[in-house]
T-cell receptor, first 111, second 113 residues
Framework: AQRVTQPEKLLSVFKGAPVELKCNYS??????LFWYVQYSRQRLQLLLR??SRESIKGFTADLNKGETSFHLKKPFAQEEDSAMYYC?????????????FGQGTILTVHP | DTAVSQTPKYLVTQMGNDKSIKCEQN?????MYWYKQDSKKFLKIMFS???????INETVPNRFSPKSPDKAHLNLHINSLELGDSAVYFC????????????FGPGTRLTVT
């Protein structure tokens, strides 16, 4: 069975500091990994996916199959990055299209 | 022009009651989902429908019954509500079953007293 772990429930940084939100996964197949974000009073929305290898709002995430990790990074945090971040894994087989979410990390960026 | 809408936004009810939450999407998507977010913010899938057909059914009590009258709607009916059902329930949709970008509704906060 697939599992996603976000070890930090809360993460606080100051504006301009680097930020890394950790995500580890457990899955026997070839995973598809995603980061979803929920800003205050907004809906949960897709931030980025590993297959696109793109940078969104300055965030990047690299899939490390050896360490089974998909950490989200940004070199210089901004106050508007404060939000709840969820790491998610998509599996195939009979659960094709199913997303398994981690527990979420609340990021607070202080001025 | 809300993409995924849910009603009601808040629902307070007593144990033992039966209640429904409605979800509608106007994106023309084929697949819809119900998620439960517990008090610790843990988000877990409950059900998924593709073109009105149930495709994912996680380990959810039989008291929960989803219904999809058409592919734009996925309602959730809960019988004999229990205290542990208190949570935020999110509806979501995606273009098709294998499309991993899911569009979420605003959530329905259910409180069972």
């Amino acid at each position: 069975a697939q599992r996603v772990t976000q070890p930090e429930k809360l993460l606080s940084v100051f504006k301009g500091a680097p930020v890394e939100l950790k995500c580890n996964y457990s899955y026997s197949g070839s995973p598809e990994l995603f980061w979803y974000v929920q800003y205050s009073r907004q809906r949960l929305q897709l931030l980025l996916r590993h297959i696109s290898r793109e940078s969104i709002k300055g965030f990047t995430a690299d899939l490390n199959k050896g360490e089974t990790s998909f950490h989200l990074k940004k070199p210089f945090a901004q106050e508007e990055d404060s939000a709840m971040y969820y790491c998610a894994l998509s599996s195939g087989g009979t659960s094709y299209g199913k997303l398994t979410f981690g527990q979420g990390t609340i990021l607070t960026v202080h001025p | 022009d809300t993409a995924v809408s849910q009603t009601p936004k808040y629902l307070v009810t007593q144990m033992g009651n039966d209640k429904s939450i409605k979800c509608e999407q106007n994106l023309g998507h084929d697949t819809m989902y119900w998620y439960k977010q517990d008090s610790k913010k843990f988000l877990k899938i409950m059900f998924s429908y593709n073109n009105k057909e149930l495709i994912i059914n996680e380990t959810v009590p039989n008291r929960f019954s989803p219904k999809s009258p058409d592919k734009a709607h996925l309602n959730l009916h809960i019988n004999s509500l229990e205290l542990g059902d208190s949570a935020v329930y999110f509806c979501a949709s995606s273009q098709w079953q294998g499309s991993y970008e899911q569009y979420f509704g605003p959530g329905t906060r259910l409180t069972v007293t």
